[in-house]
């Protein structure tokens, strides 16, 4: 079902002028512009990192992100909730020129962090979504979770990483 659906975007793709060409242009030798497409499809962007080192609730602090894919990654956006669900604050974050990491600046000034939740989300080109969420039990104990991956009905568990 899912090569299917992966067939049915990489014909839609390279339908398309601009997403056929940025396709052909990341084709190895010997790839044509459909099958970077198919391929694209079937593999959901990664987040490989996420920093809230400079993160502490006050508006201008940041949390960055590391976000890779065989294509492009294309967005990604940042939710932060109270630990009661209640959504403190989200927006996009934006992509530092020349790197991977993707910087959301805080807004909003979040007082209590305890217990407090990050979702984030990464798309790239076919909008796979990979989501991931984490949760505060004070900052240098940051505990992240892969939640899902949209195009795919199985539930991704990496386990518990501490981060800085």
């Known amino acids: 079902m899912r090569f299917q659906e992966a ?8 339908a398309n002028e601009v997403t056929k060409e940025a396709y052909k242009a990341s ?18 962007p990664l987040i490989n990192e996420i920093d809230v080192s400079h993160y502490n609730g006050q508006p201008d602090s940041y949390i960055q992100v590391r976000a890779v894919d065989d294509s492009d990654v294309i967005e990604v956006t940042v939710t ?4 009661d669900g209640k959504e403190v604050e989200s927006g996009a974050a934006v992509l530092k020129e020349g ?9 909003v000034n979040n007082e209590s962090l305890e217990g407090d939740k990050i979702i984030i989300h990464v798309s790239d080109i076919p909008e796979t979504l990979l989501s991931k969420k984490g949760e505060f039990n004070h900052l240098e ?4 979770n892969v939640l899902f991956n949209l195009r795919s009905p199985f539930l991704y568990d990496r386990g518990s990483i501490q981060l800085p």
């Open 80 to 83: 932060i909730q109270n630990s």
């Open 27 to 44: 084709a190895e030798e010997g790839e044509t512009a459909y099958n970077v497409a198919v391929a694209d499809f079937l593999n959901a």
């Open 141 to 144: 104990n940051f505990k992240e």
């Open 99 to 107: 790197s991977i990491w993707w910087c959301y600046p805080a807004t």
């Open 7 to 14: 067939v049915l975007y990489a014909k839609s793709a390279i």
